[in-house]
């Protein structure tokens, strides 16, 4: 050990060649990092949520006469010369509902293949997936209306592993993990304009299944991304000191091995073990090593003290408070969103008494203000990362926990999401047309702070090793709410008479439901807190484990 020190102390200089390939390491991963955070971004903004842009694709597909057959059948039993496509409308809402369903269900197993085989097999499920689902639709007709049911479900299990594999990608930029995880899922909610652009092109003579053929085309993108600017298995938190990830185009020396190949035993063999060293030539590197061996320096408390935390267990997590009142916050609000989108094309088509023209200039209205999405999703990142910083510098004068500090941030997060969804929610209820303008303003507002702080959230109440099974989990379970989608769309056709009025007063009511779970994590932080006290430490023992198994 006194030769740890001899040498720290001595400043050992490298070789110039040693010292400028450490530069131009640390340069390039730079670059790469930056590469994948806007690669990223560009794969969740224009493929990952696109089925949400279904009431533009609706539009497109009614011109094409997709399930027209329904509308002729229902006007026969009609007296009148009017046309009713009420069955036409209803053929689409199920459509929609069943593509989001599986976009939510399907998250708990693809999630568990994400946690379980890692980047690239998650990946290259999503692009297999997703080929097949642009694939189904380019080769669709009204003849064969009925393949848009599997295109949508592949799409949506598609484009849920593409944002599930890039949220990672926020474990790259460290103090500003929480806006890039919020940036991302605003980038998801943005996609669903690519079905507008869809509509656009179509309009001006380009056809539908060359679109979708060149959208099936960028899966050798998607791979190119795969191999080289993301990691096979999984991105850690907090980031190692000379962290490196992907397949690198220059030969590599062993000193520029990736974290993962340098954390394989089969890599290490007797003749690596001398170029270990080499590893050192980074001084952030040299001083993760004197840092480990000092470890070994102090009493046996210290060295306790330094181990890593209890395993909290995945199942302690599922059946904590936590997360129940959480997927109860998700449900609700989701239910509200997917019920908007799914019944927009016949709720424009109604208000504007059957102008098509202005049906569409509300549809373009619509999902252009879900294009800013990714401007307005940032901003629950950027609540939660300055929120957390205050709390920090606040606790760690009272000896509160980091840990504890970023669950506190959250409360602020979550009610303000609540409130956006209740005015948006009021606005819907509304039957007149031009509030529907402020409608869709805050439709994408509380859309946004919703995906992005349910992913936020997750990441900062559980441990990071179970993200991908409790995202997934949570997604799922709140799919299977969103199911009654379907039944209140039948509900306003049938009993209502295609007045959605009442349904949309319940749902108002049901939001304020979700005004627990604020609390609730409120009521956690609190208890937490008043148990440190008691406890008269400064750092909360094993971490997160005792506050999940106490709220079970």
């Known amino acids: 050990m006194d030769d740890l020190y001899q040498e720290k102390g001595s400043e050992k200089e490298f070789p110039q060649d040693q010292q400028g390939s450490a530069m131009e390491l640390r340069g390039s991963s730079t670059a790469k990092r930056l590469a994948t955070l806007l690669s990223g971004l560009v794969e969740c903004m224009c493929f990952a949520g696109v089925i949400f842009g279904w009431a533009s694709l609706v539009y497109v597909l009614k011109g094409m006469h997709y399930f027209e057959d329904l509308c002729m059948s229902a006007a026969a039993n009609q007296t009148s010369n009017v046309t009713d496509c009420s069955a036409q409308d209803e053929q ?12 939510n269900f399907m998250t708990f197993p693809t999630g568990y293949i994400f946690d379980r085989f890692g980047t690239t097999a998650a990946r290259l499920l999503a692009i297999s997936a997703y080929t097949t689902g642009t694939l189904l639709i380019a080769f669709s007709s009204a003849v064969t209306a009925l393949m848009l049911f599997p295109a949508l479900t592949f799409l949506s299990v598609g484009g849920i592993l593409f944002i599930l594999t890039n949220m990672q990608v926020g474990n790259l930029f460290g103090k500003h993990r929480s806006t890039i995880i919020t940036l991302y899922n605003g980038a998801f909610d943005s996609s669903s304009a690519v079905f507008l652009v869809i509509k656009l092109l179509y309009e001006q003579g380009l ?16 791979l190119i991304r795969t191999f080289f600017l993301m990691p096979r298995s999984h991105i850690p938190y907090p980031l190692p000191p000379g962290y490196t990830y992907g397949v690198s185009c220059h030969k590599r020396s062993r000193s520029y091995r990736t974290y993962e190949e340098q954390r394989s035993p089969k890599v290490l063999d007797e003749n690596d073990a001398e170029d270990s060293d080499n590893l050192h030539a980074d ?12 470890v070994g320096i102090g009493d046996a408390e210290t060295a306790a003290n330094l181990k890593a935390p209890a395993v909290v ?5 599922v059946f904590s408070k936590l997360f129940f009142w959480h997927l109860v916050w998700l449900s609700v609000m989701q239910l509200r969103h997917y019920l908007f989108i799914g019944t927009l094309n016949p709720m424009l088509t109604q208000l504007a008494e059957g102008d098509a023209a202005l049906v569409s200039s509300y549809t373009n209205a619509f999902a252009f203000t879900q294009f800013c999405g990714v401007i307005c999703a940032p901003w629950n990142g950027l609540i939660l990362d300055r929120h957390k910083r205050g709390h920090k510098k606040e606790g760690s004068s009272q ?14 997060s979550l009610v303000i999401t609540v409130l956006q969804c209740v005015a948006f929610s009021i606005c819907a209820s509304i039957p007149v047309l031009p509030v529907q303008y ?9 859309r946004s702070f919703l995906y992005g702080g349910n992913a936020a959230f997750l990441a900062i109440a559980f441990p990071l090793e179970h993200f991908g099974k409790l995202y ?30 009442y349904v949309n007063i319940g749902l108002v009511v049901l939001m304020f439901l979700a ?21 008269g430490s400064p750092a909360l023992t094993a971490g997160k484990k005792e506050g999940l198994e106490s709220s079970i």
């Open 399 to 412: 000896g509160v926990p980091d840990s504890l500090a970023d669950l506190r941030s959250c409360v602020l």
């Open 313 to 317: 267990s995945f199942w302690s997590c």
């Open 92 to 103: 689409f809402s199920l459509i929609f509902t069943i593509g989001s369903f599986m976009n």
């Open 438 to 446: 402020a409608t869709f303003i805050l439709q994408v507002l509380s």
């Open 515 to 535: 005004l627990v779970n604020p609390v609730m994590v409120w009521l956690e932080c609190k208890r937490r807190q008043n148990e440190q006290h008691i406890a």
């Open 283 to 294: 001084p952030a590197l040299e001083e993760n090593s004197t840092n480990k061996g000092l």
């Open 472 to 501: 997934g989990l949570v997604m799922g379970l709140s799919a299977v709410v969103s199911l009654l989608q379907y039944p209140c769309f039948s509900l306003i056709r049938g009993p209502l008479n295609g007045d959605p009025f």
């Open 207 to 222: 056809s539908l299944r060359t679109m979708f053929l060149f959208m099936s085309a960028c899966s050798a993108w998607h």
